[in-house]
């Protein structure tokens, strides 16, 4: 089985896809995610990676949804030109994305945007799950005869430092919890293949 692994998109279409799909005609595509661009990455990193609080508080709510919808379209355009190629994908969602997990951000945080911004836009548009294009956050698919167990976006280990935003418990517990459910149920597999 040959299988194309891709990654960090960031809105923009790797000009060489097209050319080493035509070549090595892959059965499968891998994707790491990062489909969308963070087009706020210099607010963010200005703003809310120093101080720990969400960047709607510096540019407003509006601003906010604006770079999410953004971001959300750049996205859909990477995923609705992998899906052109007609070959299964199966990807998890990375820090760019939108994601049903909290993971990194606080569930505040999740509730006001993140989670908001996946629901409304991000999932409707994407069709999760369609027979040519799996995301699989914490979940398993088998394709042929391997199983592929998804994690999803990177997570800072244990503790997260948000003091401000509220008492944090430890989401990396919860997500380890998870990924060894996973694994357990399919202990008995030969093959799988974990995607992070």
Same mark, same amino acid.
């Given at each position: 089985?040959?299988?194309? &692994? $891709?990654?960090?998109? #960031? ?18 595509? +891998? ?19 120093? /101080? ?21 379209? /750049?996205?859909?355009? +990477?995923?609705?030109?992998?899906? *052109? ?5 199966? &990807? ?18 999740? *509730?006001?945007?993140? /989670? ?15 027979? *040519?294009?799996?995301? +699989? ?13 998804? /994690? #999803? ?6 503790? $997260? ?5 509220? *008492? ?17 149920? #399919? ?10």
């Amino acid at each position: 089985m040959k299988i194309l &692994a $891709l990654g960090d998109f #960031h809105g923009k279409i790797p000009f060489f896809i097209k050319k080493v799909i035509k070549k090595q005609k892959p059965d499968l595509i +891998i994707s790491v995610g990062d489909f969308c661009a963070f087009y706020e990455r210099k607010l963010f990193f200005k703003h809310s990676y120093i /101080s720990k609080e969400p960047l709607e508080k510096f540019i407003g709510k509006r601003k906010a949804r604006e770079f999410a919808k953004k971001d959300i379209n /750049s996205g859909l355009k +990477i995923i609705n030109y992998l899906k *052109k190629f007609k070959i299964p994908v199966i &990807a998890i969602s990375g820090n760019t994305d939108p994601a049903k997990y909290d993971d990194i951000y606080v569930k505040k945080y999740a *509730k006001t945007h993140e /989670s908001d911004t996946y629901d409304k836009y991000y999932k409707k548009n994407l069709v999760e799950n369609t027979e *040519k294009f799996k995301i +699989i956050d914490f979940q398993a698919v088998k394709f042929k005869d391997f199983i592929f167990i998804g /994690s #999803h976006k990177s997570s800072y280990p244990g503790y $997260l430092p948000r003091p401000k935003w509220k *008492k944090h418990k430890k989401p990396h517990s919860k997500y380890k919890k998870k990924l060894e459910k996973l694994f357990k149920k #399919h202990k008995n597999q030969k093959n799988y293949l974990f995607i992070s």
